[in-house]
């Protein structure tokens, strides 16, 4: 009987053995000119024996992610190829294919020629690589103790300009684990960054709800800043709401964003012959005829003409249902439509009456010839790359607009009377003006300024948390690593 007893003793202490790897008892931290490191064994035991307790529902989670991380190998070893084809010549993919995977993958556009980045984005970019990291380690340290093994340290390092994290584990006890058992080691940091962009997705499609008790969503985007070299700094203020666009109604940033892209999409592509002047097209005013008198006329030299500083070149159009062939010059379409030239100022055609069919979404079925007998319908000549936007905004600034409230001053009809409601047009690289100004879909309840940020601060911080813990995954997929990142799977698998 006690011999049965020692057995059995014998036995659960060769299984702690096994467990439990040698202490370390002194950490050595690394400092040279190109690396320095900072190691730490205080989370060693709560991280062991939390994984002990829960082993058999970790082991369950951790076997999820290696059929993820797998699935995921997959998919980036395709990507890979469908890029390496790409560079090869070998396939000539579809642009859009490559604005998807860079935009909605590594949290980019390549629409965007310039990379821009502001000092509060290296803030959320370092926070959110914080915790990307961490999660990531912390994957590895659980499913290792689920297994047995306890992590000797864990360790943050510089190494020249790049940061990084390692927890580090018995190379003797990790060669004797099963290839299952590694496989769930291994493949932790993917499945937990994967699990952490589901959580950030989560917030971000809840985040509406939570706070639908302290802000408005979707009420038209609210600006929260604007650059000093903004060209809208004159007009825009914090505080004040974006209602619509060459007439067609915002209720987001997201659409905001759209249109604004649409447009520079179009002051690209219209462009005519010696890629000088372009018309804006279907965005007309119906301009009386006495203005007209009033107005300086100009003389047309082939594809240029020019106004003072203060007016704007204007060309009318006897129907804007006759569109103007590609090819055609500036010259030749003016004089085989008869159409007249003129200098006017902006502010005076503002609030005139609108014709053509670019104010809203340009399918209509009615003609864009609506202007009475007594008017004319010009349209602005604009260089190429330059847009023609009107941009309609209401001001809680005046003491009236405060107490009417946004729901009222957003809904009312009559927005040319209403002093709330303000109208101006931008006229230039809408790319650069939208990047200059800082807006955002939610609008307090309260009229004080106090917290206006905190939607914009949780929304961006989510957003960076999703991308760079999604980079992560994939880098941490691709093939390379797998056969050479870590030499226990060179050692089981191969």
């Given at each position: ?20 790897p ?27 024996h ?9 082991k ?20 890979l ?17 490559s ?28 926070i ?23 992590m ?5 390092f ?13 190379h ?34 809840v ?34 709401v974006?209602?619509?666009l ?22 690209q ?24 008198e ?33 090819g ?18 902006a ?13 809203d ?15 004319a ?39 040319r009377e209403?002093?709330?409601?303000k ?47 999604l ?10 690593c ?13």
């Amino acid at each position: 009987m006690e011999g049965r007893r020692i057995r059995r003793f014998s036995r659960w202490q060769r299984s702690n053995e096994t467990l439990l790897p040698m202490r370390i008892n002194r950490l050595s931290n690394t400092i040279s000119c190109w690396y320095c490191d900072y190691k730490s064994s205080i989370l060693n035991e709560p991280l062991f024996h939390f994984g002990r307790r829960y082993s058999r529902c970790l082991k369950a989670w951790f076997s999820m992610g290696v059929g993820f991380s797998l699935a995921m190998l997959a998919a980036v070893t395709m990507i890979l190829l469908y890029e390496i084809g790409q560079i090869l010549c070998l396939y000539y993919g579809n642009i859009q294919m490559s604005y998807v995977m860079s935009g909605y993958l590594f949290g980019f556009s390549s629409m965007i020629s310039g990379l821009t980045i502001s000092l509060a984005d290296i803030g959320y970019l370092c926070i959110s690589s914080i915790i990307s990291v961490s999660v990531h380690e912390l994957g590895h340290a659980l499913a290792a103790a689920s297994e047995g093994i306890q992590m000797e340290y864990i360790a943050v390092f510089l190494a020249a300009l790049f940061p990084g994290a390692l927890v580090a584990f018995n190379h003797e006890l990790l060669l004797a684990l099963s290839k299952v058992s590694a496989l769930r080691i291994y493949c932790a940091g993917v499945w937990h960054n994967a699990a952490l962009c589901a959580v950030c997705a989560w917030a971000l499609f809840v985040q509406p709800l939570i706070l639908y008790p302290f802000y408005i969503h979707d009420e038209g985007p609210m600006v929260l800043d604007v650059s000093p070299t903004s060209p809208l700094s004159g007009y825009l203020s914090p505080g004040d709401v974006i209602i619509s666009l060459d007439g067609i109604r915002i209720n987001n940033l997201q659409e905001w964003s759209q249109l604004l892209t649409e447009h520079h999409q179009n002051s690209q592509n219209h462009s005519l012959l010696g890629n000088s002047m372009q018309r804006s097209v279907g965005k007309g005013y119906c301009v009386p005829y006495s203005l007209v008198e009033e107005s300086k006329h100009i003389s047309l030299k082939g594809n240029e003409t020019s106004c003072p500083d203060e007016l704007s070149p204007f060309i009318t159009i006897p129907c804007l249902d006759q569109a103007m062939p590609d090819g055609d010059n500036l010259e030749v379409n003016h004089q085989r439509d008869g159409g007249e030239l003129r200098c006017l100022y902006a502010t005076d055609i503002l609030n005139l009456e609108k014709c053509g069919d670019g104010w809203d979404r340009i399918h209509s079925n009615r003609s864009s010839c609506l202007c009475s007998k007594d008017k004319a319908c010009f349209v602005p000549l604009l260089s190429t790359g330059v847009a023609w936007v009107e941009i309609t905004y209401s001001s809680p600034s005046p003491m009236q607009c405060s107490q009417l409230g946004t729901m009222h001053v957003l809904g009312d009809d009559n927005s040319r009377e209403n002093p709330c409601v303000k109208t101006f047009v931008f006229v230039g690289d809408v790319i650069s003006m939208k990047h200059s100004v800082l807006l955002t879909s939610y609008q307090p309840r309260w009229s004080a300024k106090f917290g206006a940020h905190l939607p914009y601060v949780l929304e961006k911080f989510l957003m960076f948390t999703f991308n760079v813990s999604l980079t992560l995954a994939l880098l941490n997929s691709l093939p390379f690593c797998w056969a050479g990142c870590n030499s226990l799977m060179i050692t089981e698998l191969c």
